[in-house]
């Protein structure tokens, strides 16, 4: 019942067998080492998990491996793999994570958000990451951080 | 989870020999926000997962001027990012907006939200209130089933295996209206509705009412629209048009809320939902989107 699945990963080919039944979280982070998506909740609730699917955020651990066949899917391996992008400066600047669990889900979740609308108002980001849980921060220095990207460029 | 199989059909024909072969055994993905939820908790053990994202048609999203047809691939985002449905189909549009997170909304559809058949469903009321006709591919071709007709239950409709909902489609309105959804949570992001009612108010003084999460299905406040008909809303007449409504709902107690509780702001949130359509009507009203609650 293994099927062979092919998908651009952070900019490269990847060939993989897959069960039906394997979720593209377990594949990123078991198989393909690939550890920057987290299992928080496991079933759509907290975020940990984001990765962008053809630019646009997604749970991996509700959507099977199987569907992205063809796709294009990026982590946060591949977003800083020129180095560190204005969002992750600032989110440095600003002290933003404790623990860092929710950041790589934060950061592309605010990252998809600037892409769509470089300029958003603070109602807007906080909109934007609402599906992003922070177990630690009380979210202000991450609001603040992206609020500054948000007033330059 | 189970191992299944996994179908990837590129046409509404293939997928519908392939759901008729496995009948109950077979499920349909689409943007698998809830179905992958409930394969991992071992509530659902497909033998065979179709995929229909392959489908070309399906992701059709289109205004001709008679009906908003919203393809059953089409994602919660996508609506919003219409400007038709913003500015044709603002409640739908609301509604949309309280899905879930973006994170979810980026696979999650409309119509994949109806067929689940939650009772919470918050694109039902936006529907209900339209008056959208789902339209469902058969092997005999095509029906078209209202969908004040469409949710038998929770979790239930009148789809059966072999039967997939290709598109809803909405009829445009003739006329100014104005319209809301509310959605009462208990936090931002991914919460279930405690409450959900929209409702449409026409300048012929025509209404619509409709809730989600307060009864075994998503529901329509006929008595209370008939009531309203051709009246202008005071205060008084507000009071009267929320006891009725009430009427058609029968709330549950569960972990978000109370039976009492719903029943209670099921009829607060109906005036507040009126008044808020009316001032839109009006044109001094809060933005489309706007919090309401
Ligand atoms: S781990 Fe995927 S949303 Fe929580
Ligand atoms: S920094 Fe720990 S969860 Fe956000």
Redesign the pocket.
């Known amino acids: 019942m293994k099927r062979e699945i092919k998908f651009t990963l952070n900019g490269d080919p990847v060939k993989i067998e897959v069960m039906p039944n394997e979720k593209l979280?377990d594949v990123l982070r078991d198989r393909l080492g690939v550890k920057s998506p987290?299992?928080?909740?496991?079933?759509?609730?907290?975020?940990?998990?984001t990765v962008l699917l053809n630019g646009k955020s997604i749970?991996?651990?509700?959507t099977l491996a199987i569907e992205v066949d063809g796709q294009e899917i990026t982590t946060l391996e591949g977003l800083e793999k020129n180095g560190m992008t204005e969002l992750q400066k600032s989110f440095l600047q600003h002290n933003s994570f404790q623990c860092g669990f929710c950041a790589p889900g934060m950061t592309l979740t605010a990252t998809e958000l600037l892409k769509k609308n470089p300029h958003p108002d603070e109602e807007e980001i906080r909109e934007a990451i609402a599906g992003n849980l922070c177990r630690c921060t009380g979210y202000k220095n991450i609001i603040d951080a992206i609020v500054d990207v948000s007033k330059k460029g | 989870m189970n191992n299944f199989d996994y179908a990837k059909p590129s046409t509404l024909k293939e997928a519908i020999d392939i759901y008729k072969k496995y009948g109950e055994k077979a499920k349909l993905l689409m943007g698998g926000t809830d179905l992958v939820v409930l394969m991992d908790d071992g509530v659902l053990s497909p033998e065979m997962v179709i995929d229909l994202k392959g489908i070309e048609e399906l992701k059709k999203l289109e205004f001709d001027g008679e009906y908003l047809h919203i393809g059953a691939g089409v994602t919660f985002n996508e609506l919003i990012d219409s400007p038709v449905v913003k500015e044709k189909f603002p409640v739908i549009w609301e509604a949309s907006r309280t899905v879930a997170s973006t994170g979810v909304r980026n696979k999650a559809t409309l119509v994949g939200n109806i067929c689940s058949a939650v009772p919470s469903a918050d694109s039902a009321p936006a529907l209900l209130v339209r008056g959208a006709i789902v339209v469902i591919a058969t092997e005999n071709g095509d029906r078209e089933v209202p969908i004040t007709e469409f949710f038998t239950g929770p979790r239930r409709t009148v789809l059966s295996p072999g039967e997939i909902v290709k598109e809803v489609k909405v009829p445009a309105s003739n006329g100014k209206f104005g319209g809301s959804y509310i959605k009462l949570g208990r936090y931002d992001g991914e919460d279930l509705a405690q409450v959900g009612v929209a409702t449409i108010v026409t300048e012929n003084k025509d209404y619509k009412i409709a809730f989600c999460a307060v009864a075994p299905k998503p529901v329509r406040a006929f008595e209370a629209e008939e009531f309203l008909k051709g009246k202008d809303l005071t205060d008084d007449v507000l009071e009267e048009a929320a006891k009725i409504a009430v009427k058609a709902i029968s709330p549950i107690s569960d972990i978000r809320a109370s039976k009492e509780y719903r029943l209670y702001v099921s009829g607060v949130l109906v005036k507040r939902s009126l008044k808020a359509s009316f001032s839109r009507l009006n044109g001094n009203g809060p933005a489309y989107g706007e919090r309401l609650v």
């Open positions: 979280l987290k299992h928080g909740c496991g079933r759509g609730e907290c975020g940990a998990c749970r991996s651990c509700i």
